[in-house]
């Protein structure tokens, strides 16, 4: 399967079409993005890095009966995916405090979060991805109402897998964000990633931060902490 036209380039990947029309290539850059694409950094291996760390979960999900775009690592950074039509839509949980809903909230880091805490943001980097609810995704019609709800059952159903998944390692998935699309039959399926990009993972112990934190606040070694991750499940990137 080869890359056709160049669809659309984000942050971090590009979209490729190819001969099927119901595939695409994602190739999976350098590029390293934070504060809306205010920051940005080439980060050596990164694209490779995450490719393949996306394609283990990706297939940990499907196992578990999430239904996900994923078909296949293509190279060392590129994947095979189902072509989808996103919803303009990012789904967080959140089982631990981090990040904007400290800033938003007023309340510290490292809280245990019970339930979990789930919230919408509106995909647009020039408004700054905004907060939004349920009404607005169906006011607005970026999703139908039935999508809606399937799209919270299957972020909370990635949750219930991946944190098993990375407590195994001794490692707490703090919270991360997820992108739906619907499928050509019509069903709601993960698409885009699950990597450290888009996930907050912190060490049982040290509660050292594993994650694109790293890179947010200039920690240093950005992507040696993703492989860390990685070799803990068991992956390598040789
Ligand atoms: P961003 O758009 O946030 O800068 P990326 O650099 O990761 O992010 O770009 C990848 C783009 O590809 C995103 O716009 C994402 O919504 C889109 N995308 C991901 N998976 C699919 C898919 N299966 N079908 C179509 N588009 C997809
Ligand atoms: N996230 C993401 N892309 C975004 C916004 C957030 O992948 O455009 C992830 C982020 O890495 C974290 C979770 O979603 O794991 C929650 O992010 P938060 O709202 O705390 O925003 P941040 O402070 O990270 O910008």
Redesign the pocket.
């Known amino acids: 399967m080869e890359k056709r036209k160049e669809l659309y380039q984000g942050k971090a990947k590009s979209v490729f079409t190819t001969d099927d029309p119901e595939t695409l290539i994602l190739f999976y850059r350098n590029d390293t993005s934070a504060f809306d694409g205010k920051k940005i950094e080439q980060l050596d291996r990164k694209g490779m890095v995450n490719n393949k760390f996306n394609a283990f979960i990706m297939e940990k999900l499907e196992a578990a009966g999430i239904a996900t775009h994923f078909k296949s690592l293509l190279s060392d950074q590129e994947s095979l995916v189902a072509r989808l039509d996103m919803i303009p839509v990012?789904c967080?949980v959140r089982n631990i405090s981090?990040?904007?809903?400290c800033r938003r909230l007023g309340v510290e880091e490292g809280l245990e979060l019970n339930p979990p805490t789930f919230e919408f943001?509106l995909k647009n980097d020039d408004l700054g991805?905004p907060m939004i609810n349920d009404y607005h995704i169906s006011s607005f019609g970026w999703a139908e109402p039935e999508h809606v709800e399937k799209m919270k059952a299957l972020t909370f159903a990635v949750n219930d897998v991946l944190k098993a998944l990375f407590l195994d390692s001794n490692i707490l998935l703090v919270?991360?964000?997820l992108e739906f699309g619907v499928a050509t039959g019509g069903e709601v399926v993960l698409g885009d990633e699950f990597t450290p990009?888009?996930?907050?993972l912190w060490d049982v112990d040290t509660r050292e931060k594993l994650d694109?934190d790293r890179f947010r606040q200039g920690l240093g070694d950005v992507v040696e902490s993703y492989e860390l991750v990685g070799r803990r499940l068991g992956l390598s990137f040789d």
Do not use: L, T
């Open positions: 990012e967080v981090a990040g904007s809903i943001f991805d919270d991360y964000k990009d888009g996930c907050r694109k």
